[in-house]
């Protein structure tokens, strides 16, 4: 049986292979944002190579359980968490949902798509974490529909203390697949990047909002 460890650099090596992620640390990419980046991260790109996108989905089947137990229903957060979410629930025999960013315009103007019962417990399903904003947001709307949370489970994160500390004050237990130090550690092991990279790609996650500057 793979240890965490070795199952999170394997998921990071995949993201690296399929170019899933990207680093480019003396090229940097803008974020919408307009911080400076060295990496990005499109785990949509995942979903186009199928045997990468089941080993994905049981790593996530395995982690809920693990971590939350089997809840009633999985909630995948538009528009990545879509896809991710419903191979999860689909996997787990469990009804699926979704959860837009704001309530849709027109017709019932709903924000929860799909059928919620008050009460059912509910594991929500990103593809990436970043700040945390999208992802907390998707939870509020589920409390208020009077859904218990188990937590959330994602591909990947960066890691930024402020988005640790804003699940930790949500209350919301977050799970990863993979995560920034696993992704740099398989990139250095598998010379993606070379070691003299290393500092200024962990540089940027200390500091992401003045990195570059």
Known sequence: MQSNRDSALKIAEFLLQIKAVKLQPENPFTWASGWKSPIYCDNRITLSYPKIRTHIRQMYVDAILDNFGKPEVIAGVATAGIAQGALIAQELGLPFIYVRSTSKGHGM???????????????????????????????????????????????????????????????????????YSHLIEQAVKSEYIDKKQVESLENWRVSPETWGQ
Not at 120 to 140: F, N, R
């Open 109 to 179: 103007q709903n924000q929860i798509e799909g059928h919620l019962e008050p009460g059912q417990s509910v594991v929500v399903i990103e593809d990436l974490v970043s700040t945390g904003k999208s992802s907390l947001q998707a939870v509020q709307a589920l409390r208020d529909a009077n859904a218990s949370v188990k937590g959330l489970a994602a591909i990947f994160t960066y890691g930024f203390d402020h988005a640790t500390k804003a699940f930790q004050d949500a209350g919301v237990p977050l799970v990863t697949l993979t995560n």
